[in-house]
Structure formats: C-alpha cells, structure tokens
C-alpha cells in the first residue's frame, strides 16, 4: 500500500510540477508551492532509506550467493559431463511413449516491486520465448509475485505452480530442495529456468539456464558409469538421487542470484528517484521564491501606487 | 639422432611423472560455506556403501555420502575432522575431491549435550511415528544423531 501512494505521489507532483499553472488559471501560490515541496521532501526522505535497507540487504544476500558458487560450481561441472554425454552423436536414445509432456518455464520474478527492469525482463523473455518459438505445449512455474501476476495475465492457462516470499530472506538449500520437489511433480519432457545473474552492484544480466531432467541422468548413466565409478548402496538410486542433487542447487543458485539482483536493483531505482526527488525540490523551490517575490513586488506596487494616490 | 632419441625419453619421463600429483586437493562445500580447500596427503570419505579412503591417483568415483566423518590428513599424523550430514562426493582423474555436503562442520564445533538430546529425540520419534512419510524422516533423523553421536565419542 506504501508503494502504490508513493508511485502516485510521485507522478502527481510531477505533473504538477512540470504544468506549472493550476487548471484554474490563477498565479501558483507560494504557499501551494511550499506544501508541494515538503510533499516531494518526504518522498525522497522515504526513497534514501529504501535504498539503504536495499544496500545492506544486498550486502547479506552477495555474501551468501557467493558462499554458495563453490558448490554450484562442482555440481554444473557434473551436470555438463551428462549434457555432453547426452548430446554426443551415440547418445542413448530417449524414451519417448505416447505424447510428450511439454516443457516447463520456470520464471524468477521478486514479490515486491520498485527493483527496475528485474521482473520485466524476465516476463518479456518468457513472452518472447513463447511466441517466438510458437510455444503450445508448456506449463510455467512462477517464483514471486511480479511474475505470476504478469505471466498469469498472459498465458492464464498454463500457470502450474506459483511460489512467494522467497526474496525476503536469503534463500536456503532446504527451501530449493522443498521446490525442487514441487517441480519434480510436475510432468514435463524439459525445464528451463529464466532468471537475472548478478554481476555487480550495478549490473545484473538476464540468462536462461536448463534445468535437469530425471531422464538427463538416467538415460546417460551408463556411459557416466564408463568414466566414473558408482558407489551406491542402491543400484540405480544413485542417478536418480544424484539428479535430484542437481535440480536443487540449480534452483538453489537460481533463487539467491534473483533475490541479490532484486536488492541492487532496488537499490539503484531508490537511488535514481532521490535524485530526481532532489531535482523536483530544486525547481519546486525556485518557483515558490519567484511566486513569494511577485507577490511581495505585487504589494509594494500597491503600497506605493496608493501612496502616490494619497499624494495627488 | 642418440641426442634426439634421449631428449624424447627424457621428455615423455617428465610427462608421466607430472601425470600423477603428490598430493588430493580437496574441496569440502556445503551450500552456504567453503570449509576445506587444499592440497592434502589423503582425505577419508563416508560413502553410503561404506567408508573409502582417497590419495593421489584415485580412480574416479562418484559416491552418495551417508552421515558421517570426512577426514583430511595433511601428515599421518595430522587430521581434520568434519561430520557431514549427506551429498555426493565427486573423485576426478586429475586428483581432486569435491565433496558436497548438505551440511558439513568441524566435529571439535559439536555439541556434546545436544547430539545426546537430538538423539534421544529421534529415538522417541521413530517409535512413536505414525504414517510411513513420518517414519521415514524420523529413521532419517536417527541416523544422522546416531552417527554425529558416534563421531561426537571419538573425537
């Protein structure tokens, strides 16, 4: 509710500002002038802290993000070995009966808003994903609000799974494992995951990563055994056990890169409208002194005219 | 053509000896921090179908980790332990160990007390489980204390 009155703050006072004249036609007032400037002035009081709630989130969310990279890191590597094996030209051959299952979006969105280009990004990508490529059979997972409100505008039917408040705090491997679960239940031939990969507190880049699937593991498994030995307690578990691995700290990566990238953009929004805030006060104050001055030059006019009046 | 003959023997000597590294370098990585990375003489991984340990020139092995103690031996002498509660331990050709738990801390940083209340509770739980999902996560639970219990005792 704070962000709505706020965005509608500022475009009121904006407009405001920029026509200058009220509708009636009458001189703007300095005393108008000056409520409009204190108004402008809380907003930007409001905006400077978000931006520093944002920079000391993000400090906690980088931290944790780059903490997890070592991790991330050694199971891709895995994960690659099994997409090379996959896309070799003697690859085993999928098991395919009946129809396919269609694919699954996975959308990386934030809950709350005011974070710049994150979530439009992300939307449009889908978007353009979907119509470029003719999409029909797909079903989409939304992780944030943003997203299922944008996405679920746009293809109402193919929401699956919508998952929320998993930007407040920095995500946890026990949180992507749970959704991890969630999206194995869902029946789809592929996924793929659309989310914004943190380069710098200024910079973020949009990306779309693959997702394994059960069958990436499964289906290789035995070229991986030719290259690497299985210990296992169980036969076969362990490619399966392994590529639940895999999918979580995918997901696991993909939430805290999203949820750093939603504080540094945040951040450089909030910062972007202080500005602007400063700026608006500035001009606000200019007219206000020039409205004060005509009207006290408007009044010594009088003064002295009267007294030139008298003086006849 | 003998100098030739010896330089290439000699070369190819030096490539077989840097094929295989003195020493594993190890990495142990849980999803929120680096707890080891570096070259050690060997390193003992707890895997699902039994304890093994690794030295230089390991032939690759993929293992599913149980709960359990990692241990990294810089000399024979001396060793660092850390318990770790799953993951999959990844052994490459070139000598190097990932080892990715889920949770993993050194066994010095345990609490005595709450491994034995920890354990206790899984105890009652397991008895006093009533569905299969339940039961399933409380056996899950039972392993771990039992075996953080265990590594808490020999440390």
Request: neutral net charge; aromatic residues 6%; hydrophobic residues 45%.
């Amino acid at each position: 509710k704070v962000m709505n009155s706020l965005a509608q703050r500022v475009t009121t006072a904006r407009a405001l500002a920029a026509s200058g004249m009220p509708a009636r036609g009458m001189a703007v007032s300095a005393k108008a002038l000056k409520i409009r400037i204190k108004s402008v002035n809380s907003i930007q009081r409001i905006t400077k802290t978000m931006k520093m709630v944002a920079a000391s989130k993000l400090k906690g969310f980088q931290s944790k993000m780059e903490a997890s990279r070592p991790l991330v890191g050694a199971i891709n590597k895995v994960q690659n070995k099994f997409i090379e094996f996959n896309n070799a030209e003697d690859a085993a051959p999928a098991a395919t009966e009946g129809t396919p299952a269609g694919e699954l979006l996975v959308a990386m969105t934030s809950d709350r808003g005011l974070c710049g280009a994150v979530n439009s990004s992300i939307v449009k990508a889908v978007r353009n994903d979907v119509r470029e490529n003719n999409k029909t059979n797909f079903g989409i997972v939304t992780v944030g609000d943003k997203g299922r409100s944008a996405i679920g505008r746009l293809f109402p039917d193919n929401m699956r799974l919508q998952v929320t408040e998993a930007g407040k705090k920095p995500p946890t491997f026990l949180q992507a494992s749970l959704l991890a679960e969630q999206i194995n239940g869902i029946e789809a031939s592929s996924a793929s995951m659309y989310y914004n990969v943190f380069k710098s507190a200024i910079a973020y880049e949009y990306e779309k990563a693959e997702l394994p699937s059960r069958a990436l593991f499964v289906d290789n498994g035995a070229k991986f055994a030719a290259e690497y030995e299985l210990e296992y307690e169980n036969d076969d578990v362990i490619l399966a056990d392994l590529y639940e691995f895999a999918l979580s700290a995918k997901l696991f990566n993909g939430l805290l890169e999203t949820a750093t990238c939603e504080q540094s953009a945040r951040m450089a929004a909030m910062d972007g409208a202080s500005k602007n805030c400063g700026e608006l006060i500035g001009k606000l104050t200019t007219q206000m002194n020039r409205a004060r001055q005509a009207a006290i030059t408007t009044e010594l006019c009088e003064i002295v005219a009267g007294a030139e009046a008298i003086a006849q | 053509m003998f100098l030739r003959q010896s330089a290439g023997r000699v070369l190819r000597k030096a490539a077989e000896a840097a094929a295989m590294p003195a020493r594993v370098t190890v990495s142990l990585l849980s999803p929120h921090e680096t707890l080891v990375s570096g070259e050690f003489e060997s390193v003992t991984i707890p895997g699902s179908a039994g304890d093994f340990g690794v030295l230089p020139g390991h032939v690759p092995v993929v293992a599913e980790l149980k709960p359990g103690i990692v241990s990294v031996k810089s000399s024979e002498k001396d060793a660092e332990n850390f318990f770790v509660s799953s993951g999959f331990a990844f052994v490459n050709a070139d000598s190097t160990a990932d080892i990715c738990a889920l949770e993993a801390v050194k066994v010095s940083e345990l609490d005595v007390d709450a491994v034995r209340k920890g354990l206790e509770q899984a105890k009652a739980d397991a008895n006093s489980a009533a569905d299969d999902d339940a039961k399933a996560a409380a056996q899950v639970a039972l392993e771990v204390f039992e075996a953080m219990d265990a590594a808490v005792k020999a440390n």
